[in-house]
Structures are given as structure tokens and as C-alpha cells.
T-cell receptor
Framework: NAGVTQTPKFQVLKTGQSMTLQCAQDMNHEYMSWYRQDPGMGLRLIHYSVGAGITDQGEVPNGYNVSRSTTEDFPLRLLSAAPSQTSVYFC??????????????FGNGTRLTVT | LAKTTQPISMDSYEGQEVNITCSHNNIATNDYITWYQQFPSQGPRFIIQGYKTKVTNEVASLFIPADRKSSTLSLPRVSLSDTAVYYCLVGDEGTGRRALTFGSGTRLQVQP
């Protein structure tokens, strides 16, 4: 199994550009989420989804959109990139709602730089 | 989600046992305690999870006292490859707890 796959691994954007970070999982997990991690910091939750067609905001949702049309995919869209969005982005999934007996499985991240 | 407190950093030497303690004073009855490990440039990965007493797997042990207000991750005989950030999280599968947040974790540096 591939687990959680994120693409691209690296991306450089200019201020104002938009792009979509892709996330796919092949474990039939219901729960998926996006985190960002700034240098030397912990992870902050951006958006999450408990199933296809259902999404909700996390701690830092501004400037990002998500959709969940299938169980497998959970893309993250940057509407108009800003330098403050320079970060490493991680996608994660779990069988059930996380925090209980369903640990999160993480992808290897997308390193985004906005100039 | 129960708030957790853990040391910002720890240093150790190869071959030593490392114990990282996490405080979670307001843990709820249905909460589980989960630890993740994150290497540089990688996503966190699940290490171990427990509810009470002691849990052991091939990577680590987790000790949870009877009051469950703290937990200790124990890494036996660490090596250089155990240098990583370790996160302690507390939560349950209840429908109201879907936003899992991470703190800053404990940065473990293992030296030769």
C-alpha cells in the first residue's frame, strides 16, 4: 500500500498565484486532514473532513479551501498565495475520528515557498 | 481535546534509556493517549497508544499511572536514529473531537 501520497513535494509560487496541493490515500480512511508546519514549530490544523462531501475548518483555515468529492482524495487549494503561507504542508488520514483508537497516517509533506 | 504539556527538548547519549513525560491533567474518561515521532523533513508517524497501565511494542513502552494525569514514553537504548520530535496527544473518538491539534512536542537529540 502507498498509504498517504502528497504531490508535489516542492513548490515555489509568486504572491497572488493560486495552486492545489494534492493528497490521496489508499486505505479507505474516512477521516482526512491538512496541517501546516512552520520552521521549529508544531503542526497546526487547517481543514479536515470526516467523509466524502463533509469538510470543516481547523485552527488556521483562512486563505485555504478544501473539498472532498471522493473518499480517497482531499485537495487543498491556496486561493491567492501570500508569503505567510510559506510552510510545509502535511496531509493525514485515519480510519475513524483521530485522537482515539484511530491513529493518524501522514504523508511526507509538500514544501511550499511563496515569494 | 485535553491540553498536554511536555518538555521542549531533551538530550541523551546512545545506549541510554530515554523517558519523556507528558502531563494531561484534564484528561477525560474516554480519552486515549497517543505518541507520534517526527523525523526532519517527514510527516509524524504513530509510535504507541494506551489507555491505562503499561503498553509495550517493538519501538517503545508507554507508562500510564492510575490517575491518568500523565504518561511517560520510554525509549530503550536509544540510537542516533531516534533523534526526532516526539508529540503526545490525548483525545477520544467522540463525535465532538474531530480536530486533532498537536503541540510543539519534545525535541530529542541523541549524541554518540
Amino acid at each position: 500500500n502507498a498509504g498517504v501520497t502528497q504531490t508535489p513535494k516542492f513548490q515555489v509560487l509568486k504572491t497572488g498565484q493560486s495552486m492545489t496541493l494534492q493528497c490521496a490515500q489508499d486505505m479507505n480512511h474516512e477521516y482526512m486532514s491538512w496541517y501546516r508546519q512552520d520552521p521549529g514549530m508544531g503542526l497546526r490544523l487547517i481543514h479536515y473532513s470526516v467523509g466524502a462531501g463533509i469538510t470543516d475548518q481547523g485552527e488556521v483555515p483562512n486563505g485555504y479551501n478544501v473539498s472532498r468529492s471522493t473518499t480517497e482524495d482531499f485537495p487543498l487549494r491556496l486561493l491567492s498565495a501570500a508569503p505567510s503561507q510559506t510552510s510545509v504542508y502535511f496531509c493525514a488520514s485515519s480510519q475513524g475520528t483521530p485522537g482515539g483508537r484511530s491513529p493518524l497516517h501522514f504523508g511526507n509533506g509538500t514544501r511550499l515557498t511563496v515569494t | 481535546l485535553a491540553k498536554t504539556t511536555q518538555p521542549i527538548s531533551m538530550d541523551s547519549y546512545e545506549g541510554q534509556e530515554v523517558n519523556i513525560t507528558c502531563s494531561h491533567n484534564n484528561i477525560a474518561t474516554n480519552d486515549y493517549i497517543t505518541w507520534y515521532q517526527q523525523f526532519p523533513s517527514q510527516g509524524p508517524r504513530f509510535i504507541i497508544q494506551g489507555y491505562k497501565t503499561k503498553v509495550t511494542n517493538e519501538v517503545a513502552s508507554l507508562f500510564i499511572p492510575a490517575d491518568r494525569k500523565s504518561s511517560t514514553l520510554s525509549l530503550p537504548r536509544v540510537s542516533l536514529s531516534d533523534t526526532a520530535v516526539y508529540y503526545c496527544l490525548v483525545g477520544d473518538e467522540g463525535t465532538g473531537r474531530r480536530a486533532l491539534t498537536f503541540g510543539s512536542g519534545t525535541r530529542l537529540q541523541v549524541q554518540p
